[in-house]
């Protein structure tokens, strides 16, 4: 492995020089004010949480680490402007594994053009990259989680529960076979691995939102906290939620499969895949909260852009979440992810 | 342990609320904009590389890892506005250590002004924190290490050697004494737990200095960063270097020890005092290259203010650092450190 500074020069060799008055290389980027307000998070993956060197290649790290932040930023309406990246590196990282990671940042840095402006490198034991991005949108513009208002109507960008099950087919020894089951398992790996960040529907969706947050957590988890923030309930037909299509085609199976032998009693009123939907998590992508005046051009707008979003619910006055069978009868709310309940990978 | 929302919430009740638009709590912190511009940093603190939880209690941690980042940007004169802090906590990490952790970070944070905004939690094996914070600069301001200039006239901050003889004492059980050795060890290892920022300084020198940048990795690499940003080379009197009096006091003894039963050739020529000041590192203070017709009114300034710097030598035109002896004889320069070359700690 080389030295420090010439570990750091190699990783910058991957991402185009920023424009910003000084990048990489001081003690501080320097930064041009932007025209509005600035969006900021911070986000973090890490070796056996996020993400298994057995299951994930350089590449995919990279890329994951920047698509999470970036989602942030999607969930807020912010267009991405520059981030910083801090790199905690064992020393079996090898310069070539290095490289891997840069490329697969650099090439989402690119594809969503947001600059690399600076960052930092240590030794570690476990690998672990912690990245700070930020957005501009325009004073007053963000989409909050805490302006939705009863009456809002839900909708959920892409499809729900991939990811989870990509990873659920990595862990357990089950992500090959053969086609056409092949194709299915790859492209839920795909979603685990690359998770693709929102940023053109947050863009978009700022003219109509009232409230926004991106599904990490999982859907039902995260649309909890968009009620807290608003201090508002909602209401979710379950059988409306866009299920991935690899998630339907695959889960059903394993889900009969698991039931075998059971009684009647110990059957879950959540069939496997709902579940994935709506506890999965690591989906990002992105639950908003339309007035129901603006639904309509919403909807076109989205058509128009080839972005698809599907209604889910909507918010009421009250607290909680209440998930609806097609019947109208209420189901139970499955947790989500609770980074010190219990081990992710 | 308690689950990550409460433990979030723990966290931050440590905190000032922002007066950002939108704090933490959202998929973004939403912040104004500066006036000038933003000058943005990011710093890793690791167990085992950084600190370890033997020798740091979590107050310390705390106030290291804000400690360091604000030392970057008092390097670039800029004013401290916000900063995000990244938390990956390992299991047997206490509800009652998180505190005490937030406890240092939000002490110093209320004493340098700067508002957390945002952040990230996770679990993790090792206990590590990553921290981005931004500060403001009027534009073109920023202290850059790449403007130094031949002649420019070069000054350190406070006292050099004092952390790294902090960290040795405390590696090597030699953390404590009878009086008066005591005070002067309570004082070493104060420095290497509890690094200052030099904020004051820095906004200061922005209206003198061409150049600057903090002391981490030790005087002379940290130099030879700055004379490669800005092509010139540098000269230091290393009699003139401000040497930490417990340095002074504590270290004379143990290099006449380690010398004991050595032959005259293999004696370095670097007294060890001298060592930990010139490659040490993590002194946190500042290098600053001010032009000579600027310097009169420089040094007048920093007394004024009560903020102690030494003049140790000049910028000249060519490449490299060289330190020269009392007779005006050239010494060997040591390095630094190096996060891939050696362990830390």
Redesign the interface.
Same mark, same amino acid.
């Given at each position: 492995?080389?030295?420090?500074?010439t570990?750091i020069a190699r990783f910058l060799a991957h991402f185009d020089a920023p424009r910003a008055?000084?990048g990489p290389?001081?003690?501080?980027?320097?930064? *041009?004010?932007? #025209? =509005?307000?600035?969006?900021?998070?911070?986000?973090?993956v890490?070796e056996?949480?996020?993400f298994t060197r057995a299951h994930f290649r350089p590449e995919d790290i990279g890329h994951k680490a920047l698509a999470v932040n970036v989602s942030?930023?999607a969930?807020?309406g912010?267009s991405p402007a520059?981030f910083?990246?801090?790199l905690?590196?064992p020393?079996d990282f090898t310069d070539r594994a290095l490289s891997g990671l840069a490329r697969g940042m650099s090439a989402l840095a690119r594809e969503v053009g947001i600059p690399l402006?600076? =960052?930092?490198?240590?030794?570690? #034991?476990?690998l672990?990259l912690?990245l700070?991005a *930020?957005?501009h949108?325009p004073r007053?513009a *963000?989409l909050?989680?805490?302006d939705g208002r009863p009456g809002d109507v839900l909708y959920v960008s892409g499809t729900l529960g991939e990811a989870a099950l990509g990873l659920r087919l990595l862990t357990r020894g089950r992500a090959s076979g053969e086609p056409p089951r092949r194709h299915l398992v790859r492209a839920a790996v795909e979603r685990q691995r690359r998770p693709r960040p929102q940023v053109a529907l947050g863009l978009l969706a700022r003219r109509f939102a009232r409230a *926004?947050?991106?599904i990490s957590d999982g859907f039902a988890q995260d649309l909890s906290h968009l009620c807290q923030?608003s201090r508002v309930g909602a209401r979710v037909r379950v059988e409306s939620l866009p299920i991935g299509h690899t998630v339907r085609m695959l889960v059903p199976t394993a889900g009969r499969r698991a039931r075998r032998g059971t009684t009647a009693a110990t059957l879950r009123p959540l069939d496997e895949a709902t579940r994935l939907a709506l506890a999965g998590g690591e989906d990002y992508e992105l639950l908003l909260a339309v007035p129901p005046a603006r639904c309509r051009r919403f909807e076109a707008a989205c058509l128009r852009a080839g972005l698809p979003v599907t209604r889910v619910g909507e918010l009421v006055a009250g607290t909680g979440l209440t998930l609806l069978d097609a019947s109208g009868r209420p189901l139970p709310v499955p947790r989500g992810f609770?980074?010190?309940?219990r081990? #992710?990978i």
């Amino acid at each position: 492995m080389s030295g420090e500074f010439t570990r750091i020069a190699r990783f910058l060799a991957h991402f185009d020089a920023p424009r910003a008055p000084a990048g990489p290389g001081d003690d501080c980027a320097v930064i *041009a004010p932007p #025209r =509005g307000e600035l969006c900021v998070t911070t986000d973090s993956v890490v070796e056996g949480v996020h993400f298994t060197r057995a299951h994930f290649r350089p590449e995919d790290i990279g890329h994951k680490a920047l698509a999470v932040n970036v989602s942030d930023l999607a969930a807020m309406g912010a267009s991405p402007a520059w981030f910083v990246c801090a790199l905690s590196l064992p020393g079996d990282f090898t310069d070539r594994a290095l490289s891997g990671l840069a490329r697969g940042m650099s090439a989402l840095a690119r594809e969503v053009g947001i600059p690399l402006v600076g =960052g930092n490198m240590t030794s570690a #034991r476990e690998l672990s990259l912690t990245l700070t991005a *930020a957005g501009h949108v325009p004073r007053g513009a *963000a989409l909050l989680r805490s302006d939705g208002r009863p009456g809002d109507v839900l909708y959920v960008s892409g499809t729900l529960g991939e990811a989870a099950l990509g990873l659920r087919l990595l862990t357990r020894g089950r992500a090959s076979g053969e086609p056409p089951r092949r194709h299915l398992v790859r492209a839920a790996v795909e979603r685990q691995r690359r998770p693709r960040p929102q940023v053109a529907l947050g863009l978009l969706a700022r003219r109509f939102a009232r409230a *926004a947050l991106d599904i990490s957590d999982g859907f039902a988890q995260d649309l909890s906290h968009l009620c807290q923030a608003s201090r508002v309930g909602a209401r979710v037909r379950v059988e409306s939620l866009p299920i991935g299509h690899t998630v339907r085609m695959l889960v059903p199976t394993a889900g009969r499969r698991a039931r075998r032998g059971t009684t009647a009693a110990t059957l879950r009123p959540l069939d496997e895949a709902t579940r994935l939907a709506l506890a999965g998590g690591e989906d990002y992508e992105l639950l908003l909260a339309v007035p129901p005046a603006r639904c309509r051009r919403f909807e076109a707008a989205c058509l128009r852009a080839g972005l698809p979003v599907t209604r889910v619910g909507e918010l009421v006055a009250g607290t909680g979440l209440t998930l609806l069978d097609a019947s109208g009868r209420p189901l139970p709310v499955p947790r989500g992810f609770d980074h010190f309940a219990r081990p #992710r990978i």
